[in-house]
């Protein structure tokens, strides 16, 4: 099993970065693709999901400005955030999860001006 993210990178304050996330190896489609994201000293938190039935849920703090997307037939997932705050600074990670979670290595986005 292979998950890749990119996307990530410098953006200011109020910017947007769509981050991808690649899967190989695995049965895409049966898997819930989640976004993570860590920031230093912070626990890793949930940001976003999308179920195989297309169903979303996304964290309070980014509810209205990112959207999780999936297409099974390429074997991604992508994250698009928009109206980007400092606080959003952090290392984000795809993960697959069907009872295992799947991670990938991360992809640092930081927000600053």
């Known amino acids: 099993v292979q998950i890749i993210e990119s996307g990530g990178g410098l953006v200011q304050p109020g910017g947007s970065l769509r981050l991808s996330c690649a899967a190989s190896g695995i049965s895409f489609p049966r898997y819930v693709a989640r976004w993570y994201r860590q920031a230093p000293g912070n626990q890793r938190e949930l940001v976003a999901q999308i179920a195989p039935t297309y169903d979303t849920n996304y964290a309070d703090a980014v509810t209205g400005r990112f959207t999780i997307s999936r297409d099974d037939t390429a074997q991604t997932a992508h994250l698009q955030m928009n109206d980007l705050k400092s606080e959003d600074t952090a290392v984000y990670f795809c993960?697959?999860?069907?009872?295992?979670?799947?991670w990938g290595q991360g992809t640092q986005v930081t927000v600053s001006s």
């Open positions: 993960a697959l999860f069907d009872g295992t979670t799947y």
